[in-house]
């Protein structure tokens, strides 16, 4: 069943979210005490069956080293399958009952391994979920010339 304009079922996009939240638990943030957590549903070059990644945010004592869940689920998704990965929806979740939508860094870096129509779900005022396309949150998006 397709019921969502992503193409994907409901089931599908809360069982990301509950990945989301479950991928948060681990989280490393003991200076914002701000947990999230980031699910991927992605495939691998042509191959049709997709495949979910989940990553956390990492903070550092030196602030600025900190990684964002999006980020490091991106990297594991690279690090697991190669660059291939095409991500067709994000999860993103946290544990403190807030919105939390990509950040700008996180919508570049998404972007990287996006598709036309890479979908983002996250929390919006009050934990409500929200959801749109990347090309929503990012439409000016930099990009080198020759690509
Ligand atoms: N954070 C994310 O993990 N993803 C985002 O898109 C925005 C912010 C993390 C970074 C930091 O550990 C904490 O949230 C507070 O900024």
Not at 32 to 52: C, E, M, N, Q, W
Not at 107 to 113: G, M, W
Request: a negative charge; hydrophobic letters at 40%.
């Amino acid at each position: 069943m397709q019921d969502h304009p992503s193409g994907l079922t409901t089931v599908t996009i809360e069982d990301l979210r509950a990945r989301a939240t479950a991928a948060a638990e681990n989280s490393h943030s003991p200076y914002s005490h701000f947990r999230v957590g980031a699910a991927l549903l992605l495939t691998v070059g042509d191959a049709p069956y997709p495949k979910i990644v989940t990553g956390c945010n990492v903070e550092n004592a030196s602030y600025r080293l900190t990684t964002c869940a999006e980020q490091s689920a991106i990297a594991t998704a690279v690090g697991l399958y190669g660059p291939k990965i095409k991500l067709h929806a994000v999860a993103v979740a946290n544990l403190n009952s807030a919105a939390s939508m990509p950040c700008g860094a996180c919508r570049q870096t998404i972007l990287e391994f996006s598709t036309p129509g890479t979908w983002v779900f996250y929390p919006a005022e009050g934990a409500s979920p929200a959801e749109a396309t990347l090309a929503d949150l990012l439409p000016a998006a930099f990009r080198l010339p020759h690509e």
